[in-house]
């Protein structure tokens, strides 16, 4: 490289604050961003509220002991998601809060809750590292085993669901 240095011709380097063509990058009349090269964002926000909103949409409780349980809808979900790119790479970040609501019947008394996710993070998605708390409308034994099976079987596809939706934003 010093070598290359001492030979090169100083008549033909481009010299600094001349404006010479080789160095100097002009906007693009048509405003592409070759090669993903620059900064570029994309909120997710509402179409994975509304994808999640979906998926959880009267979706039946996998399980041996499910009984007559469903997920009926997302009652809360906040946060955000963006999409972002920068030198061809592609980043997808977010965090979301969200409360999905549960019914159903277990030995003949119909049973309700709710599962509570405080955060879910693109660090922790596909870990299970989040947190899903289950409560109960109703108190009794049915209520209780309702609990249990959502415990057991619910976080399981509550977390299935939740990855699969990320696994598809970011193939996309």
């Known amino acids: 490289f010093c070598t290359l240095l001492k030979t090169a011709d100083p008549e033909v380097m481009a010299k600094v604050g001349e404006g010479d063509q080789r160095w100097i990058v002009n906007d693009r009349s048509d405003g592409k961003n070759v090669g993903s090269w620059h900064w570029e964002e994309k909120d997710l926000t509402p179409s994975t509220h509304d994808a999640l909103k979906d998926a959880f949409e009267d979706l039946a409780v996998e399980g ?9 809808e997302v009652s809360e979900i906040s946060g955000d998601v963006t999409v972002a790119q920068r030198k061809g790479k ?3 970040y977010f965090d979301i809060k969200m409360a999905i609501k549960f019914k159903g019947t277990i030995d003949g008394e119909k049973v309700g809750g709710k599962c509570q996710i405080p955060e879910v993070d693109h660090d922790g998605v596909f870990d299970d590292e989040y947190d899903i708390i289950v409560t109960t409308t109703e108190n009794g034994a049915a209520a209780n085993r309702a609990a249990s099976v959502i415990k057991k079987s ?3 596809q509550i977390r299935a669901v939740i990855a699969a939706h990320f696994k598809k934003v970011f193939a996309d």
Not at 64 to 72: A, I, K, R, Y
């Open 154 to 156: 619910g976080r399981e």
């Open 64 to 72: 041996p002991l499910s009984q007559d349980l469903s997920f009926t």
């Open 90 to 92: 592609i980043f997808c």
